[in-house]
């Protein structure tokens, strides 16, 4: 296990006294950032898929000041490592990479709040350690996303062979100057506002000879090949002791990315969290609500996290667990 003093913690000179956060994993780094109290209380943030932590960049000063949160990179994406070569990127693994760097900042009890694929893996990370999630914040995410059952083989034979084409393939990196992936970057995305493109750009892209070139992994374009069954995930979604919170977006997830087979279980899955007893809101905007118009979730995020968590000054008597950083 990684403790504390395997963790390299810099301070950035900025007015609002951002950190840059490494942990050592067994292929490389997982880099992030840290915003808060020392002994605040913990919130881990997890970003969407080809995103990185930048994400979180306005939406993080709105929220309560007693929190200390800390935003990684996922590996393949902005300024964490990659893969192996020829390791397949699946959701298990990012709940094992959450797992190590929670015992790096060794913290015992800790609320996460994930957007999209980040809401998933706070999905399954609760449902496995729910001794250790007090609070959960799904942002524009269902916290899991069923296959149908007759279609797992196919999707799993079909990523299998994405990643040996991958493979044989001679691939040349590509440059380009900061304006032309920024355009890139807002073509691809064009529900981000360029405000939000210049957020997630700043960790996005890597420095090389003749311009920059974008950071994430290519291999996180795969299709996954480790699937879950409506049955399974409910199971899983049954065994979340926190409490929830899932905002959703009226032109979000659902609407732009969700494939159809998929849509389908949307309202099984809503139920089940209703069944929970957690808070089921929806805000107008689209899938990156919280980092282009972060005003229309903060209130909500700020409500339900001093409702349910035990929020105090740092420093008190009662504070809640700490970081040893």
């Known amino acids: 296990m990684q403790t504390a003093s395997s963790i390299r913690h810099f301070v950035a000179s900025t007015k609002q006294a951002v950190s840059e956060l490494i942990v050592p994993v067994p292929w490389g780094q997982m880099k992030g950032k840290v915003w808060g109290p020392d002994h605040g209380h913990p919130v881990l943030c997890l970003h969407g898929w080809s995103d990185n932590c930048g994400t979180f960049n306005t939406l993080i000063p709105l929220l309560p000041k007693e929190c200390k949160y800390v935003a990684m990179d996922m590996v393949g994406h902005g300024l964490s490592s990659h893969r192996p070569p020829g390791v397949f990127y699946t959701f298990p693994a990012y709940v094992a990479d959450m797992r190590r760097v929670v015992d790096a900042l060794q913290w015992k009890k800790f609320s996460i709040i994930g957007h999209s694929m980040g809401g998933n893996i706070a999905g399954t990370f609760s449902a496995l350690y729910p001794e250790m999630v007090d609070a959960v914040v799904l942002l524009d995410s269902y916290g899991f996303l069923p296959t149908d059952l007759k279609e797992i083989p196919n999707v799993v034979r079909q990523g299998i062979e994405e990643m040996l084409q991958y493979e044989k393939k001679e691939r040349k990196e590509r440059v380009y100057t900061y304006e032309t992936a920024l355009e890139r970057l807002l073509v691809a995305n064009p529900a981000l506002s360029e405000q939000s493109a210049h957020n997630l ?125």
Do not use: W
């Not at 899983?236 to 409490?243: D, G, T």
């Not at 997830?253 to 159809?260: D, N």
């Not at 949307?266 to 990156?288: C, K, M, P, W």
């Not at 105090?312 to 667990?321: I, M, Q, V, Y």
């Open 201 to 325: 750009l700043e960790r996005g892209l890597v420095q090389v000879d003749g311009g920059v070139r974008f950071s994430r992994d290519f291999r996180i374009n795969l299709k996954g090949i480790v699937r879950s069954s409506l049955e399974l995930l409910l199971e899983l979604q049954s065994m979340i002791q926190a409490h929830i919170l899932v905002v959703l977006a009226e032109d979000g997830f659902v609407k732009r990315f969700m494939e159809p087979d998929q849509q389908k279980f949307v309202s099984t899955i809503l139920q089940g969290y209703r069944d929970l007893n957690a808070l089921v809101a929806q805000v107008e905007g689209d899938h990156h609500v919280h980092l282009n118009h972060p005003e229309a979730v903060a209130p909500l995020i700020c409500d339900f996290l001093r409702d349910k968590v035990s929020l105090r000054l740092p420093g008190s008597a009662e504070s809640t667990e700490t970081s040893k950083l």
